[in-house]
Structures are given as structure tokens and as C-alpha cells.
């Protein structure tokens, strides 16, 4: 028990030592200064085409996504199928 509680004692002491004690108390208000504009970056974009396909039999349904348009369409048709019946169809509903 000792143990703990001077590892703790020590880790605040650092903590204090490092400067965390003279932080500004929680609830403060920000204030934004010009000074930080500078190490804004600008907002980067990423752009994916993501295709959904849902393929449906009479008894069950599957959805799959995919950047690749064959891909999500496999992959609608074999959750379609795990679902289905033996002897039922599941055939391509849509695909965006």
C-alpha cells in the first residue's frame, strides 16, 4: 500500500514540477489569439466512391459495401443466399 501511494506522491510531484499545477482551472474560458493562427492546417478531403448493393429473394435480403462495384455485388448476392432457403433465388435489388 506504501508503494502506491509514493509512486503517486512521485508522479505528482513531477506533474507539478512540469508545470501542470499553474494550468488554467477547468471551466475557463478559451480565448482565441492570433497567434495560434499559424499552426492551423487546412481542412484535407478524402474522396471515395463507396457502392451499396442489396440483393433480396422472397424470404431474405443482404446488403454489401464495397469500393469496387463487382465486390459489393458478390457481396449482397452471398449474404442473400446465406439467408435464403435452398432452392430460392436472390437476385440484385439495387446498387448505389
Known amino acids: 500500500m506504501f508503494g502506491r501511494m509514493a509512486a503517486l506522491a512521485g508522479a505528482l510531484g513531477c506533474l507539478m514540477l512540469a508545470g501542470a499545477g499553474s494550468a488554467e482551472p477547468i471551466g475557463a474560458p478559451a480565448v482565441y489569439t492570433p497567434t495560434a493562427a499559424p499552426l492551423l492546417q487546412p481542412v484535407r478531403v478524402i474522396?471515395?466512391?463507396?457502392y451499396t448493393c442489396t440483393a433480396r429473394s422472397r424470404v431474405a435480403y443482404g446488403v454489401a459495401t464495397s469500393g469496387v462495384l463487382a465486390t459489393a455485388r458478390r457481396?449482397?448476392?452471398?449474404q442473400c443466399a446465406v439467408r435464403t432457403p435452398r432452392g430460392l433465388v436472390c437476385l440484385i435489388t439495387?446498387?448505389?
Open 47 to 50: 474522396k471515395i466512391h463507396v
Open 75 to 78: 457481396g449482397a448476392l452471398y
Open 94 to 96: 439495387r446498387c448505389r
